[in-house]
């Protein structure tokens, strides 16, 4: 007996290659970076757990935005240590806590950031140009699913 297979998780996958490949291709055109290795789990989060508070838009660009500049802030502050990279997660998680924005692929941003050194334009591009646009394409996304009809969501 074949059992009934869910649509979901190759409509997820669709929607996280389209968005990474939305991501590299504008970048190319526009000559910015708008990708991060943190907005690969974004997007798993955005398209395979669309209904969750994690993959909202102020979680992406909110969560985004403030860990980067925790991570810029820690970068010109104590530079590259051990306790700069370690502390600027910690902060960032707090951060995103106290302002509803918790997004855990945004914990790695302070990372990134630090170890290689960024600028406080970063803070442009990738990440709010970037968290932008995958926030939009979820928003698309969700809609999308909202309009199947009832039996085709199952």
Do not use: N
Request: charged letters at 10%; a positive charge.
């Amino acid at each position: 007996m074949l059992r009934k297979i869910s649509w979901k998780p190759l409509a997820a996958a669709v929607g996280g290659t389209a968005v990474i490949a939305l991501l590299l291709l504008m970048g190319d055109a526009a000559s910015v970076t708008l990708l991060m290795a943190p907005f690969g789990a974004s997007c798993v989060i955005a398209f395979a757990l669309p209904e969750s508070p994690l993959a909202k838009p102020r979680s992406i660009v909110g969560g985004h935005l403030i860990s980067t500049g925790v991570g810029l802030a820690m970068l010109q502050l104590f530079g590259t240590s051990t306790w700069s990279l370690a502390l600027s997660v910690g902060l960032a998680i707090l951060l995103m806590q106290y302002t509803k924005t918790l997004h855990p692929p945004a914990g790695a941003d302070p990372l990134v950031v630090i170890i290689s050194g960024a600028s406080w334009s970063f803070l442009i591009t990738p990440v709010l140009l970037g968290a932008v646009i995958i926030a939009l394409a979820a928003y698309v996304y969700r809609r999308m699913l909202a309009a199947k009809p009832a039996a085709a969501r199952q």
